[in-house]
């Protein structure tokens, strides 16, 4: 008999039974007895197995738009726009990365077209580290001998040349005027000191060229006189005013140099008792009857005051709590700047219908990056001079037109204990730089033409001209510079030697006529290197 026999045949799974693969390397689809590969996007399926990268970049030449570039990439391609741009694929375009969002400025950020730019505030005393993203302190590359004694008054603490300190005193009738202290000073001109009393009478003690002036006023008369040698020398002189019976003597180191006659008292007093109003360096806000015009600034300093023979009474004890009244204990000739603030000048340019800028600068820079001279206009910065930190004690000189380096100078005699003389003269066709010890290195002169021009048109208008730095309200990107200068100088521009007494504004932090000297230590360090 024949028997019938079922067998019952079931499918093998080829996407996962090992013994029997498939062979797909992306996708697999099991159907009864067979299977089908497929391929993820972007792929194409090669002899029923194996998926093959579809190079979209050759299929379609215009499927990104310039600037970008299509770069295939397994399974996809990329639209590649340049550095410092994406692609937008709604609108097909490169679009500008604000990078400033991304947080990668430890200071200011300034985004632009595909790129940005970090800023440090120089003004607070950071530059840009090399990596040109972070802050770091400007360093300081000679040490300076800045100790400030608390009983050492100095006289040019306001800029304003108002009065550092206001003393009253009432007296005996009998009491006559006087005064006896220790006065140093560099400075040619300024009001040591001004009294008054009642009904208008008055006493001002000051310096013109650098010898003492006295004048004052009163019921019976009024004078104005001048006499002894010039004191501005720096070295400590002690000066007494005294109001004798018929006269007032004035005297500088015990050696009288005047006897002003006086037939009556200097102050008149009321009710038996002598109220005198002492003011000390300057003049107050009201005083306008001085007989002969005087700067009240000065940058001096007096010690053991004796004011109406009642001693330091008063003095003493203002200016020990106040810092910015104590006095440098040495100092020598020049202008200093303590990277705090900056002068103002207004300086005419204008030379026989064209314009000159002529520069002659003496200078110890203290801190190794700072502006030393910038003209302003329109809250751009034409041309400005600056110091740069080249290494941790070293330093470089540049010259910048419209925020361009234009001309570096190089000289062992910056970030050094002796001054290094400066001469920069510009015109609409030539700028040269020149110092003592040094290399100068230029810009292409066609270039170098191309900024001048554009100076050249600048120059046709009135121009702001600043000293020790660059002012609050120029952005940050508008100047490759922004800290202010520390350290000493002394500058001359167009054959005017400026006071800083005359600035239109100066930072009280600024002296005018004195500047503290290279520490003891630092000379050491320099002339006796450790090995």
């Known amino acids: 008999e024949n028997l019938l026999k079922c067998v019952y045949l079931a499918d093998i799974d080829e996407c996962s039974d090992p013994d029997f693969p498939a062979g797909c390397n992306q996708k697999c689809l099991n159907i009864p007895g067979s299977f089908h590969c497929m391929c993820e996007d972007g792929y194409f399926l090669n002899d029923n197995i194996h998926c093959v990268d579809v190079n979209e970049c050759l299929l379609f030449p215009s499927i990104c738009e310039k600037p970008a570039k299509c770069v295939n990439a397994p399974g996809m391609y990329e639209c590649q726009c340049p550095l410092g741009f994406k692609y937008t694929s709604t609108s097909r375009t490169c679009d500008d990365v604000d990078e400033c969002e991304l947080g990668l400025c430890d200071d200011m950020c300034h985004n632009t077209i595909g790129s940005f730019t970090c800023h440090c505030d120089g003004r ?137 006659n006086s037939p009556e008292s200097l102050f008149t007093s009321v009710n038996g008792k002598l109220e005198t109003k002492f003011y000390i360096a300057g003049l107050p806000n009201r005083t306008e009857n001085i007989i002969k015009p005087i700067n009240p600034r000065l940058d001096g300093c007096i010690r053991g005051w004796n004011l109406m023979n009642q001693g330091a009474s008063g003095v003493k004890e203002v200016i020990q709590e106040k810092k910015s009244k104590h006095c440098f204990v040495h100092v020598e000739r020049g202008s200093f700047f303590s990277g705090a603030g900056l002068a103002h000048f207004n300086v005419d340019y204008r030379d026989s219908g064209s314009w000159n800028v002529d520069l002659k600068m003496n200078i110890r820079p203290s801190s190794s990056t700072g502006v030393l001279f910038a003209l302003v206009y329109n809250n751009t910065i034409p041309l400005s001079v600056a110091v740069l930190t080249k290494e941790e004690e070293d330093a470089n000189l540049q010259v910048f037109l419209d925020g361009v380096s234009v001309a570096t100078l190089d000289s062992l005699m910056l970030c050094y204990p002796d001054r290094l003389t400066v001469h920069l003269n510009v015109t609409p066709t030539e700028l040269q730089i020149s110092a003592n010890s040094s290399t100068v290195s230029y810009m292409t002169s066609d270039a170098l033409q191309e900024a001048l021009e554009l100076l050249n048109r600048t120059m046709q208008n009135p121009v702001n001209t600043y000293v020790g730095g660059i002012p609050d309200d120029i952005p940050l990107p508008m100047t490759p510079v922004s800290a202010f200068y520390h350290g000493c100088m002394d500058i001359t521009v167009n054959d005017r030697q400026l006071d800083f007494d005359e600035a239109l504004s100066k930072h009280n932090s600024i002296k005018s006529h004195s500047c503290p000297p290279v520490s003891q230590t630092h000379r050491d360090v320099l002339h006796f290197p450790r090995e």
């Open 124 to 260: 607070a005393g950071l530059r840009l580290a090399a990596d040109e993203q972070r802050c770091e302190s400007i360093p300081v590359c000679v040490e300076l001998n800045d100790y400030k004694h608390p009983e050492m008054l100095f006289l040019g603490e306001q800029f304003a040349g108002l009065p550092v300190i206001y003393l009253r005193f009432r007296l005996p009738e009998s009491t006559k005027f006087a005064a006896e202290f220790d006065f140093r000073t560099f400075d040619p001109e300024g009001v040591v000191l001004y009294a008054e009393s009642s009904q208008g009478s008055w006493f001002m003690l000051g310096l013109r060229e650098g010898r003492i002036e006295v004048q004052f006023k009163n019921q019976h008369t009024s004078k104005v006189t001048s006499g002894g040698k010039a004191i501005n020398d720096g070295q400590w002189h002690v000066i007494s005013v005294d109001e004798l019976k018929n006269s007032i003597s004035v005297k500088i180191s015990k050696e009288a140099v005047m006897s002003i």
